[in-house]
C-alpha cells in the first residue's frame, strides 16, 4: 500500500532560511568576535544571513571530433 502524497514528509530545512535562531545568531557573533560572556541574550544586534548558492561544476572539454565526416577521411 503506498502512501498519500499528502501525507509524505516534505524537506522543510533543506531550503535557506532567512532568520537565525538566538543560539545561532550568538555563535555568529562569537565567531565574529563581537559577543562578550555575561551579555544578555536579549536586544542582540542584526547578524546578516549569507545565502549559499552552488555554481554548476563546468565539464571539460574533450577532443573535439571533426564535424564533416567527408573531410576526416581526406
Same mark, same amino acid.
Given at each position: 500500500?503506498? &502512501? @498519500?502524497?499528502?501525507? $509524505?514528509?516534505? $524537506? ?6 532567512? *532568520? ?5 545568531? &550568538? =555563535? ?9 560572556? !555575561?551579555?544578555?541574550?536579549? !536586544?542582540? +544586534?542584526? *547578524? $546578516? *544571513? =549569507?545565502? &549559499? ?6 565539464? /571539460?572539454?574533450? /577532443? /573535439?571530433? +571533426?564535424? @564533416? ?6
Amino acid at each position: 500500500m503506498s &502512501i @498519500d502524497k499528502s501525507l $509524505r514528509r516534505k $524537506r522543510g530545512s533543506a531550503s535557506n532560511r532567512s *532568520v537565525l535562531t538566538r543560539a545561532e545568531r &550568538i =555563535q555568529k557573533l562569537k565567531e565574529s568576535e563581537k559577543w562578550t560572556e !555575561g551579555r544578555s541574550p536579549f !536586544g542582540l +544586534p542584526k *547578524v $546578516r *544571513v =549569507q545565502k &549559499i548558492s552552488l555554481k554548476k561544476a563546468k565539464k /571539460e572539454k574533450t /577532443e /573535439e571530433e +571533426p564535424k @564533416d565526416k567527408k573531410a576526416a577521411k581526406k
